[in-house]
């Protein structure tokens, strides 16, 4: 072959080499998403609500209650590092226990669980959130009209508070309905179970927020005090 023939034949060659499609390469494989276990709520026969993962190694109870100050602190200084992380995680799974103390604690609790187990969590944190200024405002409504509340039934006065205080804008304003509000205050059958509850807590608690880690009290009163120990009992 002559050269020029030759280097005809190299450049088309090249050209067609070029221009051979490139088989793609393939893809890595995308990692699995991490569950998060914040999703996972169920109620018990009790009327408790436990959030997290049902094998968590640290299994912890809070006793709280809406009108307690601490508790609203505690609630806010420990979402990021436990509800967040922990609980997203699967290592902690916690229980809720309500310790009412007080008819607009008892408001607070019947509209947070009317959320149900997928909006209990963000509805309680909403509560704690604005706790100064609802608890302020129905306190001073329930003492002005004491006398007048006498003559309703439990959950209508509950409900007559709830209102006052601000408590039903507030979950008006997360998006629950008035159906689902009315039906909050319907009958005494969930005020009886929130009783009960209550009294079994104070029944083994002496104030709020209380805690108890795998079976055990413990915790302090914050989240400073209870870290340490989530912490020692495997919540790594």
Not at 30 to 54: C, E, F, K, L, M
Not at 95 to 103: G, K, L, Q, T, W
């Amino acid at each position: 072959m002559r050269p020029i023939h030759l280097l005809l034949a190299l450049l088309a060659g090249g050209m067609l080499a070029a221009a051979a499609p490139v088989p793609p390469q393939a893809k890595p494989a995308a990692s699995p998403q991490a569950r998060d276990w914040r999703a996972t709520v169920v109620r018990t026969p009790a009327g408790a609500y436990v959030i997290g993962n049902p094998a968590a190694k640290v299994k912890l109870i809070e006793y709280l209650s809406y009108t307690c100050p601490h508790c609203a602190h505690f609630v806010a200084q420990s979402k990021a590092p436990l509800k967040d992380d922990l609980v997203r995680r699967g290592v902690v799974r916690v229980e809720v226990r309500h310790a009412v103390r007080d008819p607009l604690d008892m408001a607070a609790a019947l509209l947070a669980r009317c959320a149900g187990p997928r909006g209990f969590a963000g509805a309680s944190e909403a509560i704690f959130a604005a706790q100064q200024q609802w608890y302020q405002q129905g306190a001073a409504w329930w003492q002005a009209n004491a006398a007048q509340l006498q003559s309703l039934s439990e959950p209508a006065r509950l409900k007559a508070a709830a209102r006052a205080s601000g408590l039903i804008q507030l979950m008006r304003g997360r998006g629950m309905t008035p159906a689902t509000i009315d039906r909050c205050f319907a009958t005494p059958a969930d005020v009886n179970q929130l009783a009960a509850m209550a009294d079994a807590a104070w029944a083994a608690i002496d104030g709020t927020p209380a805690f108890v880690i795998n079976g055990k009290p413990g915790g302090g009163g914050t989240w400073e005090t209870l870290e340490p120990e989530l912490r020692a009992a495997g919540a790594q």
